[in-house]
């Protein structure tokens, strides 16, 4: 062999052996730099607390409003720092996941909805995708993590409906698609422990209702939700209502928002457009300061004292203009709570009886009561589109108690069945059981074909698909 040949044959083994080196150096370090890009959402999700950036451009109270971030009046600290407890209430690592999902990124079964042993998340509510053709439960959850309040978006998908929602422990907005079990992180700014959230009728609004820090003051935030979501989401931007208010409603038709306050007269009520809440109208004006509300129609808005059982309560409504002043409804009903439909032709009435409670049916037309077999509350009900029949979460046991006190304190808990009734005949169906949940916040889908709900006992979000036959 020539000296050229053996120079040539060196030179070509020692581009062979860099040359693999190289290709091992290549997946190693793209494997790393995979590993690391799956962990920087949860390390995000951590340092939002701790950092707390994002603003809001003003915040309102009253007629005043100044421009800052979320803080609490006066102090200048951000409501965003969070106690290690308060860390302890957000989503697992495992959850963060799941709900982070964006359209932007893949949605590998594989990593996205697999716990790190490989077995697959709420394996037992539903198989992802129907990869063996399995058909998905007739009733499942939807979000296990505690939520804060959800809509259905109007424009959903016919065969997809899209579910938008607020996350408890975070605030932040998500959309979830209940075909695909998709979920897609809509807001990115963080409001800690928000107790209620409620959606405007397209859900381009939000109303979101937290303690402040010292938990002394009830904080009521009006935001925008971004229209397009974006790698991770948006920010949520908007203003405060007035602080300590003991009552929200949202127009089923527009954008406004009705609330109630403690003035020194008592309780007042105004109507304002969720986009520009300082322009209010005074509605409502009672000595009595606590009430609840509901507004069912465009042009009224149910009001009704706060119930507790032994009190009598009163049912009256209000015109959103506020030209008409109050109209009774009903009245001297101890432990009174109410759901009308959506034109008032008939409500439902909860009364205490007893120890335990009942459920009757106003019949506005005949000015009537009528009773139903029904031991349960308004707020476990949803009226359907006919505005003659209604659905409700009905205890397959009601212990003794206090009602509705008992109940909402939490000193009672139900595990609940799924019945549907004829407003006008009192005819009752049987449709699931809803075993071990204590379902409120009914709603259903615009096609009605399936209803959600919230389980009062986790906050986690469920829904029964209501054209499935079985329990």
Known sequence: MSRNTKKILIVSLVVA????????????????????????????????????????????TGDSAYSGEFSEGGSGQNVFDVSPEEIADAPSDD???????????????????????????????????????????????????????????????????IVRYMERATGHIYNV???????TRITKTTIPRVREALFSQDASFVVARYLDG???????????????????????TGKFLPRNIFSVAL??????????????????????????????????????????????????????????????????????TGNAGLERVAGNIPGLTALPNADASFSLVGRAVGGTMGLWVLDRENNIFRETTMETLPEKCAWRKNKRSFFCAVPSSVPSGTYPDSWYQG????????????????????????????????????????????????????VLNLTLSGD
């Open 251 to 320: 127009s089923p038709i527009k954008n406004d928002v009705f609330y109630m306050q403690e003035t020194a007269a008592g309780g007042e009520g105004f109507v304002a457009p969720l986009g520009n809440t300082t322009r209010r109208t005074q509605v409502f004006s009672f000595p009595l300061s606590e009430w609840l509300s509901v507004w069912h129609s465009d042009a009224k808005i149910a009001v009704f004292t706060k119930p507790s059982s032994g009190v009598p309560g009163y049912l009256y409504t209000v015109a959103a």
């Open 17 to 60: 052996v860099l040359a693999g080196a190289g290709f091992f150096a290549f997946l190693f370090f793209s494997k790393e730099k995979r590993g690391s890009e799956q962990r920087i959402g949860f390390l995000d999700f951590v340092s939002s607390f701790f950092a707390a950036r994002e603003k809001s451009p003003e915040k309102e």
């Open 411 to 462: 000193a009672v808990s139900f595990s609940d069945d799924i019945w549907e009734m004829d407003a006008k005949t009192g005819r009752a169906y049987y449709i699931a059981r809803a075993d071990g949940i204590d379902a409120t916040y009914l709603t259903l889908s615009s096609d009605e074909r399936l209803l959600f709900f919230t389980n009062k006992n986790d906050a986690s979000l469920w």
């Open 95 to 161: 959850a963060f996941f799941i709900s982070t999902t964006t359209e932007d990124e893949e949605t590998s079964p594989e990593f996205v909805f697999r716990e790190s042993d490989g077995s697959l998340l709420f394996q037992e509510v539903y198989t992802l995708g129907n990869p063996d053709g399995k058909q998905i439960p007739r009733l499942y959850a939807l979000v296990k993590t505690p939520i804060a309040g959800m809509t259905v978006l109007k424009k959903s998908p016919k065969n997809n409906i």
């Open 214 to 236: 010292s938990n002394e003051q009830i904080e009521t935030f009006v935001g925008a939700v971004p229209r397009t979501a974006t790698m991770g989401g948006g920010p949520l």
């Open 177 to 183: 698609e209940t075909a695909q079990i998709k979920t």
